[in-house]
């Protein structure tokens, strides 16, 4: 029988993190079997240095030339359906499977509501982590529980959905990184219902492609062939996609600042005394988009996206991502926060 883990060390991972940082790990977990968590946690080679999972890195920044404790990597990706409940479907999404294939698989089963999702690079178990979002869905909406270990009990959880408290980019999860190593997931999927097409460039998409009954598999082409247009492919690029998330700031302040700069896009949040703001415009406005500083930039495409134009190093990235947020808070009194997990001691202010 194949081992339930291997460990590697002193392991490169430029093919490990989408901003294609060359950078090393002291020790690299592969994790076969989700119960062989804590033995692995046990290993006396590991004990006294950081651990922390990495699925395929592409919300991360290294800010450091090496990782120096273990990086768990779950590889389980197996996919089946749970149970059906009238016109839905409860799916169990084991973490290592693609985010894109799973979204793929559900459309084969007739199921819907990932498309939307589509092409977000990335492992399953990550997606609760922050709550993935795109194109005016939250994959939030359809976790019907989080299975994971707790490392502060030390034992196997099931979180049902109110217990991932989601909110925008963020969960229980995001906010408790050293305790939750998330090992899968349940769906709850519809089989019927109108795709959600409530974001306007995505019925512009569909209306281009001459779809004008959108089924669920058209929204997700759709959607692949916007984000292929706009964002940085990371395989030519480096980059972990939008690097700060869109500021929430409460209405008045909101309203004041429409007064001030025409033209701010200003976006519903989820609390009613709350408006969200589009970083990308207050970047842009700032005079960052398509600005470069060695290898290090923001790029032309779309200016929430931290570019490695090619040998760049964690700390250029961090430092130039830095020099964006203090220009904006300048110009606009408007604080911006990574929407990446910045890994190491350099990270430390101002997250
Ligand atoms: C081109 C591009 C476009 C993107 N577009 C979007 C988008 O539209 N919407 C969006 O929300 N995100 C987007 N992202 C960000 C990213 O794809 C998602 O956040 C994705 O879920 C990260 O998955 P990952 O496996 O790469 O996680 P990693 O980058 O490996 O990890 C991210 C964080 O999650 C933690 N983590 C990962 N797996 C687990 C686990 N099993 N248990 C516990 N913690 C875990 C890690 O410790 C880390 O803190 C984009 C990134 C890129 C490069």
Known sequence: MAAAYSIGRDVPLAARNTFGLDVQ??????????????????????????????????????ADSRYDGCLLH?????THILRNEGDRAVVHVDAGCEWDALVDWTLDQG??????????????????????????????????AVHAYDRVTADYARLGHAQCAFGYRDSV???????????????????????NLGYVGLREELGAMGELEPTPRNVAAAVRRIRRRKLPDPAVTGNAGSFFKNPVVRREVAAKLQARFAGLPVFPAVSEGERKLSAAWLIEQAGWRGYREGDAGISAQHALVL???????????????????????????VTLEPEPRIIGAAADPPR
């Open 307 to 333: 570019v490695n134009l090619g040998h760049a190093t964690g700390p250029q990235l961090l430092a130039l991502a830095r020099r964006v947020m203090a220009s904006v808070l300048e110009k606009f009194g």
């Open 74 to 78: 779950l590889v389980c990706n197996s």
């Open 111 to 144: 199921l819907q509501g990932l498309e939307n999702l589509a092409l977000i690079p990335g492992q399953a178990g990550a997606a609760p982590i922050q709550n993935i979002g795109a194109y005016g869905v939250e994959v939030g909406s359809f976790i019907a």
């Open 173 to 195: 999860f995001k906010r408790e990184p050293e305790r939750w190593i998330v090992t899968a997931l349940e769906l709850s999927l519809p089989r019927s219902g109108q795709p």
């Open 25 to 62: 790990a002291r020790a690299f977990a592969t994790v076969h079997d989700a119960a062989a968590l804590p033995a692995l946690l046990a290993e006396p080679s590991l004990q006294g240095q950081p651990q922390m999972v990495l699925g395929a890195g592409s919300n991360v920044l290294f």
